[in-house]
């Protein structure tokens, strides 16, 4: 009730700013921020020396342009400080995080707790490898697997890792309880899946700048389009014997926030069940609360054969991911016969603990449920106001995405849209050339959601033609490519 009030006075505000030209940093003071930040020594030293700090970010990012490898297209910010949903960069401008490190940081920057079980535990063990036991992640385990409800876990650290464990899992699952002959299982995968980037996970991807120039990818693959429970059928009565695993993403994240439809999870559980096929969520970015619920396949309240988690396992401190799995799957694999060095540290069991505990405590799955409501409420405000612009509003939780209409755009981008956002003090990323995504982390407010539209709203309103001018003025951009899997131009 609250909420829903609190957003029709949203409206109000929005509507009422609608054409207006000035557009405001948000609300915060700098001074504010950075006494609450306890770094008034970094605000008086910019204050003092603008000029000396305005080339920090310019110089920090060219050396790393210079030092380390060009695998990213980051927008020009430097981050040099964090706290909740507040980033400030070296010369003490402030933002708000909308991308949460790929929703990494649902528990917010610098969560107290969770840095407090880091330092504690930094203070006194940090690493035993498996060689031998630890004292903390026997309670990791057994608190991540109460939670989720499973009987085992295997811990690893990135997402990636998480998926190419589940992969071996199913495969060796295959062969030992499903009887597949041997060196012939079949994983299958979605079109426009994202699973990570090792040489296993990307020979699933249809993304061509992911595969292009690193064959040859791995055998054992088939292809379903996503949100599709007949295409999965097909696949299933062709090959049945030989698939091992379906693996998905309940939500596709990197290919712009798709939302299967309704009743596709559970198709997708009976199907796996009919053909004693592993039906496998990579729930690494959807998880822990991000659409919210626990786990994004609560929503059909469907059961997966085995979890991928990472990301908020970790809450944006320390990489940290896990599968889960029942006990007669995850015992098909031996000693011996996978693990990491780093999977299970004391380290990164503590901050996982604190990290499951803030998200329970502070009742964050249940947050991110309504705040996302009424965030995709007051961008469908926005939508309505600009349908030329905006093609499509969807997402669950506070995962959202703003899918933009080429057409009406023009040569404008996602990119060059979040590029504006930025100078409003919004930190949002595109995924593909048309689709911004909105995932903050879960403790944020709603004024900050407000906010969010409303900066959208007046770029859209106020400074689409200058945009224009300047995309015209730039080198065309390159006109995406079919897939060279599936020949479409979008895998969706
Ligand atoms: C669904 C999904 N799975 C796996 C990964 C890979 O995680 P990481 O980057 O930690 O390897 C990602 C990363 O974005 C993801 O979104």
Redesign the pocket.
């Known amino acids: 009730m609250a909420m829903a009030m609190a957003r029709a006075m949203a409206r109000g505000r929005l509507m009422s700013r609608f054409g207006s030209a000035a557009i405001n940093a948000f609300g915060f003071g700098r001074e504010r921020a950075f006494s609450a930040m306890g770094s008034e020594a970094v605000a008086a030293s910019v204050a003092s020396s603008p000029a000396a700090h305005m080339m920090e970010s310019q110089a920090l990012m060219q050396c790393e342009h210079q030092h380390s490898a060009h695998n990213y297209h980051p927008l020009p910010v430097v981050f040099s400080q964090a706290k909740d949903v507040s980033v400030w960069d070296p010369e003490g401008r402030q933002y708000l995080d909308f991308l949460s490190a790929?929703?990494?940081v649902n528990q917010g920057h610098g969560h107290p707790k969770i840095i407090d079980a880091l330092i504690q535990q930094a203070q006194r063990l940090t690493l035993s490898s498996r060689a031998f036991y630890n004292d903390k992640f026997p309670s990791f385990a057994r608190v991540v697997t109460e939670l989720f409800g499973y009987d085992m876990m295997l811990p690893m650290?990135?997402?990636?890792?998480?998926?190419e464990t589940a992969m071996k899992l199913a495969r060796k699952w295959g062969y030992e309880k499903k009887g597949i002959p041997k060196d012939e299982a079949i994983i299958v995968s979605c079109c426009g899946?994202?699973?990570?980037?090792?040489i296993g996970?990307i020979s699933m991807s249809c993304d061509n700048d992911a595969t292009r120039g690193f064959g040859p990818l791995l055998p054992g693959h088939v292809k379903v389009d996503y949100g599709d429970a007949h295409a999965l059928e097909k696949v299933f009565k062709e090959r049945g014997d030989q698939v091992a695993a379906f693996l998905f993403?309940p939500i596709?994240?990197?290919a712009g926030v798709i939302v299967p439809p309704d009743g596709y999870l559970k198709a997708v559980r009976e199907l796996c069940s009919k053909h004693n096929v592993l039906m496998i969520a990579?729930?690494?970015?959807?998880g822990i609360g991000r659409t919210g619920k626990l786990l994004a396949c609560d929503w059909e309240k469907v059961r997966p054969d085995v979890v991928?988690l990472?990301?908020a396992l970790g809450a944006g401190v320390l990489?940290v991911?896990a599968v889960l799995a029942d006990t007669d799957i995850m015992l098909c694999i031996k000693p011996g016969e996978h693990g990491s060095t780093f999977g299970g540290n004391p380290l990164a069991s503590a901050v996982a603990i604190a990290a499951l505990e803030v998200v329970q405590e502070e009742k964050l799955a249940e947050r991110s449920a309504e705040l996302g409501e009424e965030f995709r409420g007051y961008l469908r405000d926005v939508q309505q106001l600009h349908p030329d612009l905006v093609k499509e509003v969807r997402g669950r939780g506070l995962l959202t995405a703003v899918e933009l209409n080429p057409t009406g755009l023009g040569p404008v981008s996602a990119f060059d849209i979040c590029m504006a956002l930025k100078e409003k003090g919004i930190l949002a990323k595109p995924t593909h050339e048309t689709i911004i995504r909105l995932s903050p982390p879960l403790t944020i407010r709603l004024e900050h959601l407000r906010l969010a539209a409303d900066s959208l709203q007046e770029i859209l309103e106020c400074g689409i033609e200058k945009l224009r001018l300047d995309a015209k003025s730039q080198a065309p951009q390159n006109l995406p490519e079919p897939c060279d899997r599936c020949g479409r131009h979008t895998c969706r």
């Open positions: 790929y929703s990494a650290n990135t997402g990636a890792e998480g998926v899946c994202f699973h990570g980037r090792t996970v993403e596709q994240g990197e990579d729930e690494v970015q959807t991928v990472g990301k990489p991911s």
